[in-house]
C-alpha cells in the first residue's frame, strides 16, 4: 500500500497552528509604526496586571485577552489602537481611560491616537477589575 504524500498546507494554515503568543508578536512586527509600539506597550500593561493572563487571537487575528472570562480586545485601526472591554460598562474607571464606545449597555473602550500615552496605573487597575469582574459569582436567577 503506497502512502499519500504529505503536503504543504493551504495558504494561511501555518499561521493558524501557531500558538496565540507567536500569532500577536506577528502581528505587532507587522505594525511597524506607533500602532505596533502600542499594542506591544498595552500587552506587557496587561501581562504585569494579571500575570494569569490567556491570550487568544479571534475574529481574523484580532489579540484577545481572558482571565475567566474575556477582558478585552486589542484591535489596530489606521487612526487608532481600540482595546474594547467585554464588561466595561460595569467596570469602575476613576481615571476616564474609556473614551469610545460609551453608549452601550455592556462594552466600554479605549482608543489611543498617535502620540497619546495610556496612564499605565490606571489602565491595569482597569485589567484587574475587569478580571474581578469575570471571577465574581454570577447572581442566580429566580422564576417569577
Not at 111 to 122: N, P, R, S, T, V
Amino acid at each position: 500500500m503506497k502512502k499519500a504524500a504529505a503536503s504543504a498546507p493551504p495558504a494561511g494554515e501555518a499561521a493558524i497552528t501557531e500558538s496565540p503568543a507567536r500569532q500577536i508578536d506577528a502581528k505587532i512586527a507587522s505594525l511597524a509604526d506607533w500602532r505596533g509600539k502600542t499594542l506591544a506597550a498595552v500587552r506587557a500593561l496587561i501581562h504585569q496586571a494579571d500575570p494569569e493572563v490567556v491570550e487568544e487571537v479571534k475574529w481574523r487575528g484580532v489579540p484577545v485577552w481572558s482571565h475567566a472570562g474575556m477582558i478585552c480586545t486589542g484591535e489596530t485601526y489606521k487612526l487608532a489602537v481600540k482595546l474594547t472591554f467585554a464588561k466595561g460598562a460595569a467596570l469602575p474607571d476613576p481615571a476616564g481611560l474609556f473614551n469610545s464606545s460609551l453608549d452601550g449597555n455592556t462594552r466600554r473602550a479605549i482608543d489611543i491616537h498617535e502620540g497619546e500615552h495610556l496612564d499605565a496605573a490606571a489602565f491595569k487597575a482597569l485589567i484587574r477589575a475587569a478580571v474581578a469582574a469575570n471571577m465574581a459569582p454570577k447572581p442566580k436567577r429566580t422564576n417569577t
